[in-house]
């Protein structure tokens, strides 16, 4: 079955901390994307990035990189230096090529807080 | 930039109530969303449309039905609302190129709190 799990319900930072959020998914599916989404207190869903299942490197955008290993199922997302403006909730999801409609499966959420 | 509207922010109907939540797209995108988001439950799959007039149920597709008469606009309604239809309710738009380039990521709207009372 596919299943997206974020065990971090909640983590809470101060400002210039780094922090990782977690994300283990499971599919039987050898071809598959993954993604990360934010979500701002404004409630609008926002697309950080996309991964396929055959390319592993590791993606880095200024203060975000992501770590993907097809050997422990897991697709980590780290926040260096955070800030105040990163507080939101963020989702980890699954999209399987199977049904070829861009379904996700989404985990529950973490919901991250950066204090100043 | 992809933009997806939904009819309102905030909704509070009756218990009983048929209700419908709008959403529109405007970019030409072939398949539309509808979720439903609940502490501690994530974003839960309702039903969703790849063509116009053309609809598949999601994880949660009870006390739902949706309308797709044209490709830009996809509706949700709660045929007799019920307090457990209290949630925030989530619409989303993707390309779909095709299966040699799926997983296109979806655009999503600002959603729509329903209360129901």
């Known amino acids: 079955a596919q299943k997206v799990t974020q065990a971090q319900t909640e983590i809470s930072v101060v400002e210039k901390e780094d922090v990782t959020l977690d994300c283990v998914y499971e599919?039987?599916?050898?071809?598959?994307?993954l993604f990360w989404y934010k979500q701002p207190p404004s409630g609008e869903l926002v697309f950080l990035i996309r991964?396929?299942?055959?390319?592993?490197q590791n993606e880095i955008s200024g203060r975000y990189s992501w770590n993907f290993q097809k050997s422990t199922s897991s697709f980590n997302f780290t926040i260096t230096a955070s800030q105040v403006v990163d507080s939101a909730v963020y989702f980890c999801?699954?999209?399987?090529?199977?049904?070829?409609?861009?379904?996700?499966?989404f985990g529950t959420g973490t919901r991250l807080q950066v204090f100043p | 930039d992809v933009k997806v509207t939904q009819s309102s922010r905030y909704l509070v109907k009756r218990t009983g109530e048929k209700v419908f939540l709008e959403c529109v797209q405007d970019m030409d995108h072939e398949n539309m969303f509808w979720y439903r988001q609940d502490p501690g439950l994530g974003l839960r799959l309702i039903y969703f449309?790849?063509?116009?007039?053309?609809?598949e149920k999601g994880d949660i597709p009870e006390g739902y039905s949706v309308s797709r008469e044209k490709k830009e606009r996809f509706s949700l309604i709660l045929e007799s609302a019920s307090t457990n239809q209290t949630s925030m309710y989530l619409c989303?738009?993707?390309?779909?190129?095709?299966?040699?380039?799926?997983?296109?990521?979806?655009?999503f709207g600002p959603g729509t709190r329903l209360t129901v009372l």
């Open positions: 599919t039987r599916d050898t071809t598959y994307y």
């Open positions: 449309s790849y063509d116009v007039k053309m609809k």
């Open positions: 991964r396929n299942s055959f390319d592993e």
């Open positions: 999801a699954l999209s399987e090529d199977a049904y070829n409609t861009d379904k996700l499966i």
């Open positions: 989303a738009s993707s390309l779909y190129q095709g299966r040699t380039l799926g997983g296109d990521e979806q655009f």
